[in-house]
């Protein structure tokens, strides 16, 4: 019974806790035909945690516990958080984006493809970092907007698609933020890709 119980409690949390994805505007026709596909990521407006704070308040906070525990310990941590976007959450939505697209239908996401017709602007919006205690553990969580624009002109949109809490979790443990998060973002460009080769291809 108590088995039963605890099945009943991880897959209610998980059903919660759920990746929502949906299209909001326009529609993926316009891939078609397309060789790439510029991409760019934005944190401007990012919020953590349920608290919302603001990515500057996150990093005081968080930053200031680590130190108290050990001395130097949220320094480093502050040179891994600010180094994780470029060399772990991009290069994860891109390499998921990328291993559905571009072997089957030729179409490369890749940032700095300014010639590119169109451009994909990953915008994040909140982000829940997660926590792993080893026998318990939290995955982190990833909302962004996705929004696909014109590249010389990207006040005219073509498409826009909502992605709300896309889990970052790994087998065994993970006692690290940014690697949670990167889970995130690959969870992130794994649903984007499916949603779109079913509506477009």
């Known amino acids: 019974m108590k088995k039963h119980l605890t099945l009943v409690f991880i897959f209610l949390f998980f059903t919660l806790s759920a990746q929502k994805m949906k299209i909001t505007d326009g529609n993926f026709d ?3 035909g397309q060789k ?4 760019e990521f934005v944190y401007d407006n990012m919020k953590l945690l349920k608290k919302n ?3 500057e308040q996150y990093i005081k906070e968080h930053s200031a516990e680590l130190e108290e525990k050990t001395k130097g310990r949220g320094e480093t941590w502050k040179k891994k958080w600010k180094a994780a976007p470029e060399l772990i959450w991009q290069p994860k939505f891109l390499e998921l984006m990328n291993r559905y697209f571009y072997e089957d239908h030729g179409i490369n996401f890749s940032e700095g493809l300014a010639d590119a017709k169109y451009t994909l602007i990953v ?5 829940y970092p997660g ?3 080893g026998v318990m553990k939290q995955p982190a969580k990833v909302t962004t907007l996705l929004k696909f624009v014109e590249t010389e002109n990207q006040a005219n949109e073509v498409t826009e698609v909502t992605s ?3 889990p970052g979790d790994q087998w065994g443990s993970s006692f690290s933020n940014e690697d949670r998060l990167g889970e995130g973002y ?3 460009g794994k649903s984007f ?3 779109i080769l079913k509506r477009a291809f």
């Not at 790439?36 to 991409?39: D, R, S, T």
């Not at 915008?123 to 982000?127: C, I």
């Open 164 to 166: 709300k809490n896309a």
């Open 36 to 39: 790439e596909i510029n991409v």
């Open 30 to 32: 316009f891939l078609k």
């Open 131 to 133: 926590w792993d205690a």
């Open 186 to 188: 690959a969870k992130t």
């Open 193 to 195: 890709a499916k949603l």
């Open 53 to 55: 704070l603001s990515e």
């Open 123 to 127: 915008e994040t919006t909140w982000v």
